[in-house]
């Protein structure tokens, strides 16, 4: 919940390659106080069912600067494993994944809500700013 004072950020993540909510993917949050401060990582979550996180850490105050760290590779691979025991002939396709990790960084100000959805699939990529 964002303040007077803070920002505050949400985010979910869409697998396009299936339509579905990517589910169990880890997300990390940093912020920082200005272009020229080092970032402070705050901590993560990750996706749940919905392929949102629903518990990411609150910024602190005078934050200008966020960064959400999404590890997508293991995602792929956990998909990849089980699609491989459902379907013995395709284990030897390789992992697929080009994008292991997704950092997407945007600038904040005091008192907005910002709601960051990523669109991914094993290629690719999208994100907006979203409501």
């Known amino acids: 919940m964002s303040s007077s004072t803070t920002a505050s950020v949400s985010t979910h993540i869409l697998d396009t390659s299936v339509g579905r909510p990517a589910e169990g993917v880890a997300v990390r949050l940093a912020a920082r106080a200005g272009r020229?401060?080092?970032?402070?990582?705050l901590g993560?979550?990750?996706?749940?069912g919905d392929g949102r996180c629903k518990d990411l850490p609150a910024l602190p105050a005078g934050t200008t600067h966020v960064r959400l760290d999404f590890a997508v590779e293991p995602y792929f691979e956990m998909k990849?494993?089980?699609?491989?025991?459902?379907?013995?002939?395709n284990r030897d396709s390789g992992s697929g994944v080009f994008f292991p990790e997704v950092a997407i960084t945007f600038a904040v100000v005091p008192g907005e809500h910002y709601h960051v959805p990523l669109l991914l699939n094993p290629f690719g990529y999208s994100v907006y700013r979203g409501s």
């Open 80 to 89: 990849q494993a089980d699609a491989q025991q459902d379907a013995p002939a």
């Open 36 to 41: 020229d401060t080092d970032w402070q990582a």
């Open 44 to 48: 993560g979550s990750a996706t749940d």
